[in-house]
């Protein structure tokens, strides 16, 4: 279980880095301002699906390992992932100031960060 929570961390870190930069760029390139707001917009409904992702595998595994007896419906919550990545779609075909295409970059590139972050954490904790 500390794997998962020191990765989501870890990406967590990675995706406020991002949306430092990009709040950067939208304040001193005012050209770019519609790319920036559907990018953080996408960047933190990624981040918010990863961490509802690592909660619900730490409720399964949790359940399977015999810890959790009370509850008997688990699933990896893909509808709430789903609705919850519709809502930030929703909001940049709703507002002309954010950018459709930027929100979709920003919503499929935390999962796809997750890969090589987890591979370091992985080839990292192996080498101690």
């Known amino acids: 279980m500390d794997d998962?929570?020191?990765?989501?961390n870890t990406i967590t870190r990675v995706a406020l880095i991002l949306t430092s930069v990009?709040?950067?760029?939208?304040?001193f390139l005012p050209a770019y301002?519609?790319?920036c707001t559907g990018f953080v917009i996408g960047v933190l409904i990624g981040l918010i699906n990863i961490r509802y992702l690592a909660v619900k595998v730490t409720q399964i595994t949790e359940y399977v390992a015999g810890q959790d007896k009370?509850?008997?419906?688990?699933?990896?919550?893909f509808v709430t992932?789903?609705?919850?990545?519709?809502?930030?779609i929703m909001i940049a075909v709703r507002f002309e100031q954010v950018?459709?295409?930027?929100?979709?970059?920003?919503i499929f590139l935390m999962p796809v960060?997750?890969?090589?972050?987890?591979?370091?954490?992985?080839?990292q904790s192996n080498k101690h």
């Open 22 to 27: 990009t709040l950067l760029v939208w304040a």
């Open 33 to 35: 301002r519609e790319i």
């Open 81 to 88: 992932r789903l609705c919850i990545s519709l809502i930030g």
């Open 113 to 123: 960060l997750l890969i090589p972050v987890s591979i370091i954490h992985t080839y």
């Open 70 to 77: 009370g509850k008997k419906r688990l699933s990896l919550g």
């Open 4 to 8: 998962i929570r020191s990765i989501v």
């Open 99 to 106: 950018s459709l295409g930027a929100t979709l970059i920003g």
